[in-house]
DNA sequence: GTCTCATTCAACCATTTGGTTGACTCTTTG
DNA sequence: CAAAGAGTCAACCAAATGGTTGAATGAGAC
């Protein structure tokens, strides 16, 4: 459980990474898609979608050739829970998160 | 706002630094006190607690010769609002919580 | 069967990270 | 004042991280 959390929260440290989260968030996308709006390769892009699956953060599945990438929320909730045991924080609050997400846009994730 | 996650999940991601937390959330501490469960010297925990206070998750205050460590759980709530927005994570299992503190234990944190 | 597209692999590089030890700076105490 | 305690600094080291490029693999499309 420890292990899992360090890979997790690890996994979420980097910006490219919680962005690619947010866009898989609208939709499962491909890998190649994926790394469109991003200014590095696409083996780098490879790499992170690596690091999301390895903690769980996404699925993918290979149908014929393309490799589809899928959120999957479940390993944000360990980390959740754990957090949460920090401070109480109040219901979620939509309006600040949709203000956060709209500062957390693709450019400013580029290192 | 974007680099302000970078390094809170990136301080989250070590599991001493995690171990150090849940004993804060005790009671304020010393730093040699903070340090003295750990196995390594007092300068790691040292720069651990340096991670910790860049990161805003704790404070430090110097009165006299000891500098006490106090835990600041509001820049938790900035990483707990960008992943409250994936999944919708029942309120919040304070038994899950318990369960998991209890397998997040110190002896396990050492890297 | 060959070309092309989607993706990964391998080797490499620079930077960061997590740890060590020993010297150093304050502050208190005797 | 001198000694001891609390904590940090500096230099160093090994391993991990995030990126690159070029070759390789695997599946469709023509």
Redesign the interface.
């Not at 997790?8 to 866009?23: E, G, K, N, Y």
């Not at 790394?35 to 892009?45: K, R, T």
């Not at 949709?98 to 994730?109: D, P, V, Y």
């Given at each position: 459980?420890?292990?899992r959390?360090?890979?997790v929260?690890?996994a979420?440290?980097?910006?490219t990474r919680?962005a690619i989260?947010s866009m898989l968030?609208e939709d499962d996308m491909a890998v190649t898609d994926v790394a469109e709006p991003f200014e590095m390769s696409l083996a780098a892009i490879s790499k992170h979608l690596a690091v999301l699956t390895k903690a769980g953060l996404i699925v993918q599945e290979k149908r014929g050739r393309v490799k589809w990438c899928k959120?999957d929320?479940?390993a944000?909730?360990?980390?959740?829970?754990?957090?949460?045991?920090?401070?109480q924080?109040e219901?979620?609050?939509l309006d600040?998160?949709e203000r956060?997400?709209e500062?957390?846009t693709i450019s400013?994730?580029t290192n």
């Amino acid at each position: 459980m420890t292990q899992r959390l360090d890979i997790v929260f690890a996994a979420l440290a980097d910006p490219t990474r919680r962005a690619i989260l947010s866009m898989l968030l609208e939709d499962d996308m491909a890998v190649t898609d994926v790394a469109e709006p991003f200014e590095m390769s696409l083996a780098a892009i490879s790499k992170h979608l690596a690091v999301l699956t390895k903690a769980g953060l996404i699925v993918q599945e290979k149908r014929g050739r393309v490799k589809w990438c899928k959120l999957d929320p479940q390993a944000l909730r360990a980390a959740s829970i754990w957090m949460q045991g920090f401070g109480q924080f109040e219901a979620v609050n939509l309006d600040a998160f949709e203000r956060f997400l709209e500062s957390e846009t693709i450019s400013q994730s580029t290192n």
